[in-house]
């Protein structure tokens, strides 16, 4: 539905319900922690890789934003990957997983993009051999798991790690369990501007965000037109996480901003206001093993 009417302009509303659209990050629920370790370590092992060239933490950095910095990734071609990496942190929390929601659940996806040809290019039997080979890893599997290493290990302990990446302790989190320091008076006003405009009404819940599909592009056109239908992602730690949209064609949180605001909701925004939705949106940077998450450098 691109056209129409013209876009209109941004306005403040003080709306105030009883309850908050966006909750609290809840505590990290209980894992195996051994198998929450051996994922870990299989998080970074090349040999999960076709060619051995790459693993899992090198597009998804966990000492950084739990992706890159790069407008698209290069595969094992060489070419450029249509879709831009979304940040590991916090996936657990997405109802599906993926720029287009097709996985289900962690295990689903780890396999998914093992054997993507471009990303890690893994058969997984020649993984297993490979891994196999290892005496050490085979003698940790079977007192962790009480059996050989094979596909559903190997899956499940990547998994676990994986639903460890939450990243707790946002001021805004803080704010929200009622610590009023947490966030300032212009940080509060962008949170307004946020639910009084309509951002809210795809980015809330735990997550803010990954828990709806959405059609991007509905008043005007936004990043690539294909796919068409994403789940919303995250906001959590957007801040850290540039460049923005499936295509990473947005450089600058501020650019994302302004365009979802024209693109979904047919408004245009004063920089004043870009300015104050992007204030409240850097309170939503959390901490992976008690360091801010923070952006590549």
């Avoid at 592009?217 to 801040?239: C, D, K, M, Q």
């Avoid at 302004?258 to 300015?275: P, T």
């Amino acid at each position: 539905m691109e056209g129409g009417d013209p876009p209109r302009r941004a306005a403040v509303n003080e709306v105030t319900p009883s309850s908050h659209p966006i909750s609290i990050l809840p505590p990290l629920p209980p894992v195996d922690e051994r198998r929450r370790a051996l994922g870990e370590r299989l998080f970074g092992d090349p040999r999960l890789s076709g060619d051995g060239s790459r693993s899992c933490a090198t597009c998804h950095d966990l000492r950084t934003n739990g992706a890159t910095s790069r407008q698209r990734d290069v595969g094992l071609d060489g070419v450029e990957l249509p879709l831009n990496t979304a940040t590991v942190f916090n996936a657990t929390l997405s109802f599906r997983l993926g720029w287009e929601g097709r996985a289900r659940g962690l295990e689903v996806q780890t396999e998914t993009l093992l054997r993507n040809p471009a990303i890690m290019g893994a058969d997984i039997q020649v993984v297993l051999q490979r891994l196999s080979a290892d005496p050490g890893l085979v003698a940790e599997f079977r007192d962790v798991y009480r059996r050989r290493l094979d596909k559903a290990a190997l899956l499940d302990a990547l998994a676990t790690f994986q639903r460890s990446l939450v990243t707790p302790r946002s001021r805004f989190d803080r704010w929200l369990g009622g610590a009023a320091e947490a966030i300032t008076p212009e940080e509060h006003e962008g949170y307004l501007l946020f639910r009084s405009i309509g951002c809210s009404a795809c980015h809330q819940g735990v997550n803010i965000g990954g828990n709806l599909f959405q059609q991007h592009g509905i008043f005007h056109a936004l990043a690539a037109p294909e796919p068409r239908v994403l789940r919303v992602p995250s906001l959590r730690n957007v801040a850290a996480t540039a460049p923005y949209f499936h295509d990473g064609s947005a450089a600058t949180l501020e650019d994302a901003v302004r365009g979802m605001g024209l693109a979904q909701l047919n408004l245009v925004m004063e920089q004043a206001q870009v300015a104050s939705i992007v204030a409240f949106l850097r309170t939503l940077t959390g901490s992976y093993r008690g360091n801010p998450v923070t952006a590549p450098q």
